[in-house]
């Protein structure tokens, strides 16, 4: 299956799915992102529907629930919204995005330190 970017509404709801770490009931999703949407039912159930449609998560009967599970996890989806990211905005150039971020001074020197070490620590092989 070849993943596709989500919308930021199905991406949300993806994310309280893997945070569950686990399969959950539709209610989960009310209780989870109370704070941050006000969503109606309808509109969690289309979210689902349309995230089960693209493979992202499946839909389990237990008894009288739907309990939701993810297909999908957060890691591969992280990957892919990485190279997006890196492909769009800095021409798939690790270099033009550090270039960037310390250019705008969003790299402090403690950053760039800890930058240098973990490279160094890749390039010794651990």
């Known amino acids: 299956m070849k993943l596709k970017k989500l ?33 109606s039912d309808s509109t969690i159930l289309s979210l689902l529907s349309r995230l089960q449609e693209k493979e992202f998560l499946s839909c389990e009967k237990s008894g009288n629930k739907n309990l939701y599970r993810p297909l999908v996890t957060q890691d591969d989806y992280t990957k892919l919204e990485n190279r997006h990211f890196l492909g769009k905005l800095h021409g798939s150039s690790i270099r033009n995005l550090v270039a960037s971020m310390v250019e705008s001074r969003d790299l402090t020197e403690s950053d760039l330190d800890e930058l240098q070490a973990y490279l160094d620590n890749i390039k010794k092989g651990e």
């Open 7 to 39: 919308p930021e509404s199905e991406l949300e709801i993806m994310i309280a799915l893997w945070e569950a770490d686990g399969p959950v009931p539709r209610n989960y999703f009310d209780k989870k992102l109370h704070d941050t949407h006000h969503w």
